[in-house]
């Protein structure tokens, strides 16, 4: 979904160039940030939208075969919410959609019976 | 056509209450939603005290709260019935039902699967582990 985003801004930043100085400039202007052969090696998945390959994340869930997702669990749903208390996207975490879909869910349960918080630090 | 869709809900209903009621008014609480499940033609499959909690936000200015947990069979009216009671009751601070019945049926598919899926492979592991060592 990221890569996407910048293969569509791209474009874009070609076509609104109304106050652009010159067209010789374009091929550096529309690539909207260098690019960085340190990206998998380095962050490793940290920085989402980077064109390159990141190392395989697998998802938690499938692996250990954790089929039930409850709210009341609410260590194992920590640790898919960050600090904030948001919740973190799996790009980050590698977890497959189905269970992504079915974590949030939980998650947001589990915020309206006060056992994970809306915003701020879990306690 | 006989109406059997009614009785084959099952709920799971969380309900906090405030930290300074007694062990007994809770039983009383506990035992007048029993009494009103039954009474609509439904069954409580289990009632769990989950004890004192800190709660993450603040709610009705109470920091903790006693997790009192309940799971029903039942209609979507007796559901009705028993969240308008906890919403009347002043100690309830906070409450969340969940229906849990589909949930329920796609677990019991899933160990079936798994079930079925382990039973035919205990056979060919075994002759293979041997045959291995043989040759090992």
Do not use: W
């Not at chain 2, 009785?7 to 009494?35: A, C, G, H, W």
């Not at chain 2, 002759?127 to 090992?136: D, K, L, N, R, W």
């Amino acid at each position: 979904m990221a890569d996407e985003k910048t293969a569509t801004l791209a474009p874009a930043g070609h076509s609104s160039g109304g106050d652009r100085p010159s067209g010789g400039d374009r091929p550096d202007r529309g690539e909207r940030r260098p690019p960085r052969p340190g990206g998998p090696g380095g962050p490793g998945g940290r920085e989402g939208g980077r064109k390159y390959f990141r190392r395989k994340k697998v998802c938690k869930f499938c692996v250990e075969k954790i089929e039930a997702i409850n709210y009341k669990d609410v260590r194992l749903l920590a640790q898919f919410v960050a600090e904030s208390g948001k919740i973190v996207p799996r790009r980050l975490t590698g977890v497959c959609t189905p269970h992504q879909r079915r974590l949030s869910c939980a998650i947001k349960q589990a915020r309206n019976i006060a056992l994970l918080p809306f915003a701020g630090r879990a306690s | 056509m006989a109406r059997t869709y009614e009785t084959n809900r099952v709920y799971e209903l969380m309900f906090i209450v405030r930290p300074d009621m007694v062990e007994e008014e809770q039983d009383k609480l506990i035992s007048t939603l029993e009494s009103a499940v039954s009474s609509s033609g439904g069954k409580v499959k289990s009632m769990e005290r989950m004890g004192k909690r800190r709660l993450a936000y603040t709610v009705r200015r109470f920091h903790d709260g006693i997790y009192i947990l309940l799971t029903v069979e039942g209609g979507g009216a007796l559901i009705h019935e028993l969240e308008r009671r906890l919403r009347v009751t002043e100690p309830v601070i906070k409450f969340l039902t969940v229906r849990i019945d589909e949930e329920q049926k796609r677990l019991d598919k899933i160990k079936k699967l798994r079930e079925a899926r382990r039973k035919p492979a205990p056979a060919p592991a075994e002759t293979g582990g041997e045959t291995a060592a043989v040759t090992a």
